[in-house]
């Protein structure tokens, strides 16, 4: 009997809802199972552990338990039998107004699933079997590597390796050509992973090497035969891993390529509910959750795009207005933006200060609390970091108290011989400056260039001179092709 753990992250409950057309019947027979739980379950693009329960029925005396679902919003994809003990399962294919009868021995599972009325899953099971083989034959493969002598057996193993590899392969692309447009021919489809032609390539000039050829080409293909039309494969493992490697590690990772490439996904999606819903629900969370500098400009175009037209069905109201007043707080200070005015009181001489007033190369405005632990730990090595380099960039610094009493601050500010830089606090607490620099946690810091346009945030002392280089370059370059032209 097969039993794999399934720990905090098998929800059993609707964690979202699929919408499709007419349901299923299922009669399940498992002699020697009786008064207990069986759970019919499911993925949502996510592999395992995590799957979503959508059905349960009860065991008879004789090991007999019926599924009868009449259900509009029933699709279809990888199904599970999940048993009470939320450890034994075996997978098999659902789709819309199915009526399958399944028959299993407990004591052999994943083993020995029978079918009747579903000849999809009578292959599948034919499917199952051949990765049984075929993992077997990779573990042999793999002991004969370890027990390798000489590089020349060593090569012989890869090349028999690589064999069955293609094994696999062509036996998915049968399936697909004898099966087109089946549950089972799409789920192989979006497994396909682009096969970069072998060769040499040149660039247009015919002459020079394509170094970046097969980056490309594999980008290019990597979705033409993940059919984003069939909602079915919501209902799979696949898509969250999919969409983690073409964003995080074949999308450059700038604002403008993650907009382009999450406009090119959700129209791929457009027109179904499940898939459209998870790949706007997962863009969005990945750039929220990203520590790439610049992501919340992402977040704040797929909202105002996407959430803020009525794509995000699946919200309420409520959920919705947090979204919107989360991307209405950071738009204002996205990198490319002319950075808001702050006028505050100077702590040490009571002058009123405009940042925007500032003048210099850059400047960098320091948003920290004398009481906060990270800001004492951050702000002298910040303050190195300035004496060392950044100073002779012509960086000014503005900083900005979050809280504090003056006699609190003042003393943060001499004890880190500070006086040099513009210091200023809020006591009256008028400033709007928490709202206009999304100010949640301190230190916060910013980086403006000579006209106060938003260059770097949530930087630190680590990063802030090699983003003023990156700067430097990038006018260099532009200098350097207007004088070209």
Not at 256 to 271: C, N
């Amino acid at each position: 009997m097969k039993k794999i753990a399934l720990i905090a992250t098998l929800f059993i409950g609707l964690a979202f809802r699929s919408e499709a057309r007419q349901g299923y019947k299922i009669h399940l027979k498992m002699p020697g199972v009786k008064d207990s739980m069986v759970f019919l379950a499911h993925y949502y693009g996510k592999p395992l552990p995590t799957i979503y329960k959508r059905d349960s029925a009860r065991f008879d005396k004789n090991g007999n338990a019926e599924f009868n679902a009449v259900d509009s919003t029933f699709v279809g994809g990888i199904y599970m039998m999940l048993l009470s003990d939320k450890k034994t399962y075996f997978e098999f294919l659902l789709n819309s107004n199915d009526d399958i009868t399944i028959t299993a021995n407990v004591d052999k599972l994943p083993d020995g699933v029978k079918f009747k009325n579903s000849d999809e899953n009578v292959r599948f099971q034919g499917y199952v079997d051949f990765l049984k083989q075929y993992g077997k034959g990779q573990e042999a493969l793999k002991k004969e590597l370890e027990d390798s002598k000489t590089a020349a057996d060593s090569a012989a193993v890869r090349k028999k390796a690589g064999k069955t590899a293609k094994d696999l392969t062509n036996y998915r692309h049968d399936y697909v050509a004898k099966y087109p447009n089946t549950l089972l021919a799409n789920i192989f489809n979006a497994l396909e992973v682009p096969q970069v032609p072998e060769g040499d390539h040149f660039l247009e000039d015919g002459k020079t090497k394509d170094s970046t050829f097969a980056y490309h080409y594999y980008k290019t293909h990597y979705w033409d035969l993940f059919n984003y039309q069939d909602d079915r494969l919501i209902h799979t493992p696949i898509l969250d891993g999919k969409l983690d490697e073409y964003m995080n590690k074949l999308v450059l990772p700038w604002p403008d390529s993650v907009e382009h490439e999450s406009d090119v996904l959700l129209k791929k999606a457009r027109g179904t509910k499940d898939l459209f819903k998870y790949t706007l629900w997962w863009l969005t969370r990945n750039v929220e959750n990203s520590k790439v500098m610049g992501m919340d400009e992402v977040f704040v175009y797929l909202v105002e795009n996407y959430y803020m037209k009525g794509d995000a069905f699946w919200l309420t109201n409520e959920e919705l207005t947090k979204y919107q007043d989360r991307a209405m707080k950071i738009a204002p200070n996205v990198i490319g933006n002319v950075a808001p005015e702050i006028k505050l009181p100077n702590v040490l001489n009571k002058k009123e200060e405009s940042m925007q007033g500032i003048k210099g190369n850059y400047t960098l405005v320091v948003f920290y609390s004398p009481d906060c632990g990270h800001c004492q730990h951050e702000i002298p090595l910040l303050d190195s970091v300035y004496e060392a380099a950044l100073k002779a960039k012509g960086v000014k610094i503005y900083t900005v108290a979050t809280e504090g009493d003056e006699k609190k601050i003042a003393e943060f500010l001499t004890k880190h011989k500070l006086e040099k830089w513009t210091n200023t606090w809020d006591p009256e607490h008028v400033g709007d400056w928490r709202s206009k620099y999304d100010v949640y946690s301190t230190p916060t810091i910013y980086l403006m260039d000579d006209k106060k346009i938003i260059r770097g945030k949530r930087l630190d002392h680590t990063n802030i001179l090699s983003v003023i280089e990156m700067q430097e370059r990038k006018a260099k370059d532009k200098a350097n092709k207007e004088k070209n032209k």
